[in-house]
């Protein structure tokens, strides 16, 4: 494999390039028109532009990412994360076309795209999963009757897509055909899928899921957990690496049912297994994401493992060079989702130009960025502007790295979610562990930041005048002070 092209932008762009980069192959860059001037575009070896900037006019226009491939002479397309990442019919296209595609088959992006699809698959493996439907709902009354059965509250959950769209959350069965109506009209907006099933509301759950690498030989391990249980509008926010209340035991239950899942519809390449935990550790299986995970930072720095350089590797056929009992976690990992989002005002996005935009640095510290001062969030993407990340020899070691981190990071001209990081290393329910998806609505007040704000601008302005008036004290001439200069007029 000689050149990649990077389907993507911004950060995972960046990030992909530098290991395409260290393994001395050519790369690729592909951009908007918002995004001319983006760090992984002047990065990149070529460069071409897709079109004007919203996404299906440029990153979501796979004929015309395919069209630029052949044309540079492409070997292999790497689609990062989001956009047509997990985009089945655009893998294939990739692979018809000749060129290879940096991750799984499409097959295995069709099952597991699908959680309906998914649950299927899987459930011959004697996986746990949550108790509910396994098909789409087709007939309300015989909805309702299951979900009596089950026991309210219930969750009804889109089959396509993630991120908390088409999910709805029913206390009691009188409000039972309202919200699935709301489900299925938002799970069709955002996927064009209405299908939506049921299953038991878990309701003080744990979000755990596990790394996965499978090559084309049939070998497949795990790269151990990652929490992820620190979200917004159920998308997360704060993740770590190794989770807080695993006992090996179940690590290795979680990292064999997680095998089995990859097994279960012959997958290759990275990809990450799902699970909700309840309060008394027992687990089921979620979904399984068919592509490279945003918070795949904490588990190399935990193992060591650069995940888009075994994806690389994979993809042009090579075996995996290691086992599972090869694998070791070598101490703890954090990673902080640096949005640029209001935390004062319901992680609202805020965008603007970073006026000021200083990374902090030192041992154990990692930023993924794709940002540089003086440039425009633009409006048509994520806001996401950085992954920070600490390692540490043990989870205290890398929560106090990461405080640092915070601190030195100096972004002006748009709000971040670094306050909000802050808040959540000084909770006791997650120095503790004692935490789960409800962080936000149990713990979280805008008021407690902007006090914690007010406070340190107050104290700043304290130290400012101390400080001053100390200096007027040494520069203050000396009244009245005899000397033996004379006054010399020229």
Known sequence: MQKILVANRGEIALRIMRTIHKMGIQSVAVFSEADRNSPHVSYADEAVCLGAAPSGE???????????AKELGVDGIHPGYGFLSENATFAQQVEDAGIIFIGPGPEAMRIMGSKLAAKECVKQYNIPMVPGIDKAIDNIIFAKETARQIGYPILIKASAGGGGKGMRVVEKEADFEEQMERATSEAKAAFGDGAVFIEKYVSSP???????????YGNTVHLFERECSIQRR???????????????ELRKKMGEAAVMVAKSCNYTSTGTVEFLMDNELNFYFLEMNTRLQVEHPVTEMITGIDLVEEQIKIARGEALSFKQDDLTINGHALELRVYAEDPLNNFLPSIGTLIKYIKPQGEGVRVDDG?????????????MIAKLVTHGNNRTEAIQKMKQAINDYKIEGVATTLPFGSFVLKQEAFISGKFDTHFVKNYYRPEKIHATQKSNAELAAIIALKYWMEEQKITQPVENKSTSWKRRLT
């Open 58 to 68: 440029s990153y979501l226009n796979g004929d015309k990412i395919i069209s630029f």
């Open 371 to 383: 940002y540089e001062e003086g440039m425009t969030i633009p409006i048509y993407y994520d806001p």
């Open 206 to 216: 744990r979000h755990i899921e596990i790394q996965v690498l499978a090559d084309k």
């Open 234 to 248: 159920h998308q997360k926010v704060v993740e770590e690496s190794p989770s807080a209340i695993l006992t090996p």
